[in-house]
């Protein structure tokens, strides 16, 4: 059994106490040390506050092996994490020679002249090690006290993700005996997080060892299962879970979203899709062009706002508007449809609904959408009943138009 | 001169530490408590750990004369707030009555059966006071310590910011003397942060009291100004900054989207548009259909991801295309005035580009797009050099749209 190494994440600067900014590189750091095999212990927020800042440096240092703290290196008065530093842990700053070149480079790779200000950059606690920023003009540094190993970088969450990457996470590695855990992950469609609960529950009495999480990401519910590296039961469990998911695990890889899923099975057989969007407004469009390489499965898209649009563009009949309303399976089926009859490709997409927040009536409320697939066997419609919101819907319905395409080519590629 | 009542946020859940969670709440609470008047000191987040969480609790009621605390109020094993309370400043737990028939209430309003385990979430410290959850089982509650106020509110956010604003804020304005700062923001395009930093930086030696902030929302900025009630400067430094931005403000309403402005704008003319995107993939329209009401300015809209459906759907010559590629002026010009010839509007939007990250040639590297206006006065072009995230392209690609848009009705509007 190894010893956890504990962490703990400071982020500093007075906009994210005052709801300016949100802090999402405390997130960040606390997603990738735990992926490293870290135990981060907890997280804390200080302004521009250099007694502040001192005091929650020396309870974090105390806290845990290793510290990340982000923000406060800029030019300005408000920037006071090495002033901070040396007075929670003793010594004095200086002109680090190092630093200094580095952000004279800096200036001059990007053509800005510098001000009086750049200067208080490199100043840093003597003794400290620089880290190269390599995307701005800030440097990092990282200092030992007596028990701990303590990171300072840049608030910038580009700057300091490629410094985490570069620097800080093999020297973590290096000073301590690091193990990362055993992860993994299954994207799933068509179940809430309760029916997976209860699906699933009994994962850690079947497989002593082995841990289950879940994390929704509306409409999408990720499975997460995590492990003590060499965990005997841990390629008995990922194949029990899988065996349950069935198809509603569209994916295995956490990074994999459910467009690029589509767009790859679109890609093996060789076919490609258009979309005519009513109330979703493009989101269907703007998932596909998300995926690098969506040229090869994408066709064209049409957003068919007015009706006059669906009938010109897709060919929706004018009497079918009319009589089924514009909200109607009717008049989805002639959108999907029209879009095979209308370009080049082999699989069409039609979507049609109230999205809110006003707009329903009593027989279609607000939320109320149709989508229909047509494919080379026939098309294919549901209703979706939704709430009120009208950015939820249209997510959720642009969402339930790709799954429900990729249920179209599943049941394809079954034959 | 009011003395500052000032907070100290907590967040508890092991689901945060390992990064399978963002937390939102803090941010939130950062957020709505400055705007209340109040001033949050810090934030802290900790773990499944009673000790731990009763020493933040001690610590956080040491330091603020305000604390909030979301999360671990749940009815399983991990959740411990309740415990650490009385762990932290002493006291008992007991079977609180009010809070148990809300939670008794709470399960046969939603017709779920309650199990044993839900008896703990009634389970409170002796003599808190009860804070009615309506939109979940778990009741939150408060407590005073010799010096803090103390509330601890369920995790789930839609939970908490129902109860924030329907107990907490009141609560708190109640028990103190609280008066909400002046605040104003003005959102900005066409200008970047360091440059609104020069030409707006001298505010504070202009009108003292009246304090300048930043946020980027790229490509939007947005400046804001705060200063204490009844400040004599606030009137006069509010127009000498809206003097300053001039038309680079498209808005001082802090929650009104650019496309809504520009919907605004189309309303008032009479007028409607129609989007033929190829790099940005239906962004531009779901901008515009993100806005209620968008039917009344949005007409239609083309995805015309192949050279085949810039020929189709908005009769871009193919000559055109096989001249000049399908990234050029020329194209993105033929485009938007298909829009107009192929849609009943009066405007068009034609955005074509490379977005990467890869496909771009020598004289069309990455990052490379062609936006064009058309509309009553004429078509006008512009050329978009950008860097190589794909994402970062299409969405700065789909703002300097809507913007170019808002800049050629304003030039109609100004005669």
Redesign the interface.
């Known amino acids: 059994m190894h010893d956890v190494v504990s962490a703990f994440v400071v982020s500093q600067g007075e906009?994210?106490?005052?709801?300016?900014?949100?802090?999402?590189n405390?997130?960040?750091?606390?997603?990738?040390?735990?992926?490293a095999g870290l135990r981060?212990?907890?997280?804390?927020?200080?302004?521009d506050d250099r007694d502040?800042i001192a005091a929650?440096l020396v309870d974090a240092a105390r806290t845990a092996d290793v510290v990340l703290c982000t923000g406060g290196l800029g030019p300005t008065e408000d920037d006071l994490t090495a002033e901070s530093v040396v007075e929670a842990f003793g010594g004095e700053l200086e002109l680090n020679d190092l630093a200094w070149d580095q952000v004279k480079a800096r200036y001059a790779r990007i053509g800005r002249t510098m001000s009086p200000a750049n200067r208080k950059q490199a100043l840093l606690p003597v003794g400290c090690d620089v880290l190269e920023n390599l995307m701005g003009t800030a440097p990092g540094f990282a200092v030992n006290t007596s028990s701990t190993r303590m990171y300072f970088l840049p608030g910038v969450p580009r700057e300091m993700k490629e410094m985490i990457g570069r620097l800080v996470l093999d020297d973590i590695a290096t000073r301590f005996d690091l193990v990362a855990p055993l992860r993994h992950t299954f994207r799933v469609m068509g179940r809430g997080e309760s029916q997976l609960q209860e699906q699933l529950g009994s994962l850690g009495t079947r497989f002593p060892g082995v841990q289950l999480?879940f994390?929704t990401k509306m409409p999408e519910n990720h499975v997460?299962l995590v492990a003590a590296p060499g965990e005997a039961n841990w390629e008995s469990a990922k194949a029990w879970v899988r065996e349950e998911l069935g198809d509603n695990c569209f994916t295995e890889d956490p990074d994999e979203e459910l467009a690029a899923v589509v767009g790859r099975m679109l890609v093996d057989r060789g076919e490609r899709v258009a979309?005519a969007?009513s109330?979703?407004?493009?989101?269907?469009?703007?998932l596909?062009?998300?995926e690098?390489g969506?040229?090869r499965w994408?066709?064209?898209?049409?957003?068919?706002?007015?009706n006059?649009?669906k009938t010109?563009?897709v060919g929706v009949p004018e009497g079918v508007i009319a009589e089924n309303g514009a909200v109607s399976e009717e008049v989805a089926r002639a959108m999907a449809e029209g879009c095979r009859a209308h370009?080049?490709v082999d699989w069409g997409v039609g979507i049609t609904g109230v999205?809110?927040?006003?707009g329903g009536s009593p027989d279609k409320p607000v939320g109320t959408v149709w989508i229909a697939i047509a494919g080379p066997s026939g098309t294919h419609a549901r209703k979706l009943r939704l709430g009120r919101d009208?950015?939820a819907n249209?997510r959720f319905s642009a969402f339930i138009a790709v799954e429900m395409l990729r249920r179209q080519i599943l049941r394809l590629n079954a034959g």
């Open positions: 906009e994210l106490l005052t709801g300016l900014t949100m802090d999402t405390a997130h960040f750091l606390c997603e990738v040390l735990t992926r981060v212990l907890g997280a804390r927020t200080a302004g502040a929650t999480g994390r997460k979309l969007e109330c979703t407004g493009g989101w269907v469009a703007h596909f062009v998300s690098p969506s040229s994408l066709e064209r898209g049409w957003v068919t706002y007015s006059e649009s010109e563009e370009a080049p999205a809110g927040p006003t009208r950015t249209r």
